[in-house]
């Protein structure tokens, strides 16, 4: 199957400091990518849509001044978590369709201290 | 609106014991469905899909099979391995392309 790469696969910052997570799809092209955020009862809840071209959509609730995503090309989305705060602290996972399939990341454990 | 809803657990289960996870789905017209597993500390990887009604996805001795008259897609297992011990989770996608509804996932531990 396709394969989706995330990095890195752990970040500890300070808080106030932003933190970059790269989503690339690796052997197929993504006009569409999406973040998700994984809390510690298991539940993903989607965050945004990325985009290629184009401004991501975010869900309700989501802040898109904090959590900034850009789509720079067919194979890569980055998020972007602006002034983290350890609520920010969670595991966020991107995933890709490719075909009627959707591939996901490995996931990035972000801690905010 | 879509949904999907999924037994929570934790399921514990002594190897080769045989698995049911249940899932059923909500949705207009004709869904794709999913089963994703995660082991600990990782993503989600595809275990099994279905398009169609009564298509029977299976991988790995698992299978599921598109019920449309129930709106369901159970997960079974005939014999589970220690290996197995896993959250799974239930999906659906209504359009291709299209993010991806999840139900809340089910832990699942196996004992030797």
Known sequence: ?113 | GNSVTQMEGPVTLSEEAFLTINCTYTATGYPSLFWYVQYPGEGLQLLLKATKADDKGSNKGFEATYRKETTSFHLEKGSVQVSDSAVYFCALVRNPGTALIFGKGTTLSVSS
């Open chain 1, 1 to 113: 199957g396709a394969v989706v790469s995330q990095h890195p696969s752990r970040v500890i910052c300070k808080s106030g400091t932003s933190v970059k997570i790269e989503c690339r799809s690796l052997d197929f092209q993504a006009t569409t990518m999406f973040w998700y955020r994984q809390f510690p009862k298991k539940s993903l809840m989607l965050m945004a849509t990325s985009n290629e071209g184009s401004k991501a959509t975010y869900e309700q609730g989501v802040e898109k001044d904090k959590f900034l995503i850009n789509h720079a090309s067919l194979t890569l989305s980055t998020l972007t978590v602006t002034s983290a705060h350890p609520e920010d602290s969670s595991f966020y996972i991107c995933s890709a369709p490719e075909a009627d399939t959707q591939y996901f990341g490995p996931g990035t454990r972000l801690t905010v201290l």
